[in-house]
Every structure is written in structure tokens, then in C-alpha cells.
């Protein structure tokens, strides 16, 4: 699968390397297409994954705020709600295309 915004490839990994937690896809931390992400200052927290690490994705033309975000240190039991391991994966904003 691959993560695409406007001309650049953020992520491409196969569908059994992803993460579908609540309707988003979360791609591993080595799937990342190198030199396309720089930490935001947006802060986030979630009451069961924990604090979340958003990512202004892309460059040039096709950059987008807050594009992408992960969740780097899990709250006790985000494993076991999820069923895998998921620190560091990171999903996508609705504006970036995840296809097949």
C-alpha cells in the first residue's frame, strides 16, 4: 500500500505490515520515504494510545501541515486493545491517499 500526497510518496509498505486502527491505516516507521517528514509542534493526546507526534509531510508545492502523525510511546493496554504492536507507526490525514 502507499501513502500519497499530491505528487510524493510518503510511505509505501505491503497491507500485511499496516496497522488499521479506527478507520486509519498506520504504516511502520520503515516505510517512510526518507526526507519527507519534519516534527510539527501540534499537540495531541489520546486517552488510550497516548501522546501523539505530528509530522508536516512532503515538500515544495505538495507539503502539508500536520500531514501525518504516530504515536511514539503507547499507554499501557494500546497494545492489547489493538492486538499488535504499533509504537512509531504512523497514519495519515485524510487529505493524503493510502491505495493498494
Known sequence: MKAVYGSTVLAEA???ELVKIEGN???PPSSLTE???APSDTAYHC???GDAQYWDVGHGDD??????????DLLPGAVERVGTEFAGYVAFDRRVTVEE
Open 25 to 27: 491505516w498506520y504504516f
Open 63 to 72: 507539503q502539508l501541515a500536520d500531514g501525518a502523525w504516530s504515536y511514539p
Open 47 to 49: 486517552p488510550w494510545k
Open 35 to 37: 526526507g519527507q517528514f
Open 14 to 16: 505491503p497491507r500485511e
